[in-house]
């Protein structure tokens, strides 16, 4: 896969990653709580954790290609587990 595909993946992952995290806790964890319904935090916190662990992998397989300092991997690994934060990622690294 070329770096082109490369980012373009890590930008869509990036967007997911941000899509699920949301939906865990604005629409899932709140059901569990006030419905005691917990299959859906089951379910978005499954796909939220692959998401997560998908980003973590592509921010370390890009930190060599993209030339990122140590500490601007630090901020975009620290942004995937804020709220909008992995969109924030999205624009401003890449």
């Known amino acids: 896969m070329d770096l082109q595909n490369q980012i373009k993946f890590f930008k869509l992952i990036s967007?997911?990653?941000g899509i699920s995290f949301l939906l865990l806790l604005l629409i899932a964890m709140p059901i569990k709580y006030i419905y005691q319904i917990d299959i859906y935090v089951r379910?978005?916190?499954m796909a939220h954790g692959v998401l997560f662990i998908t980003y973590i992998l592509g921010a370390l397989l890009l930190?060599?290609?993209?030339?990122?300092?140590k500490k601007t991997l630090l901020i975009i690994i620290l942004c995937?587990?804020?709220p909008l934060g992995p969109f924030y990622?999205?624009?401003k690294y890449l």
């Open 15 to 17: 967007i997911l990653e």
């Open 63 to 69: 930190f060599n290609q993209l030339n990122w300092n």
């Open 89 to 91: 990622v999205e624009k």
């Open 80 to 82: 995937s587990v804020v």
């Open 43 to 45: 379910i978005v916190g």
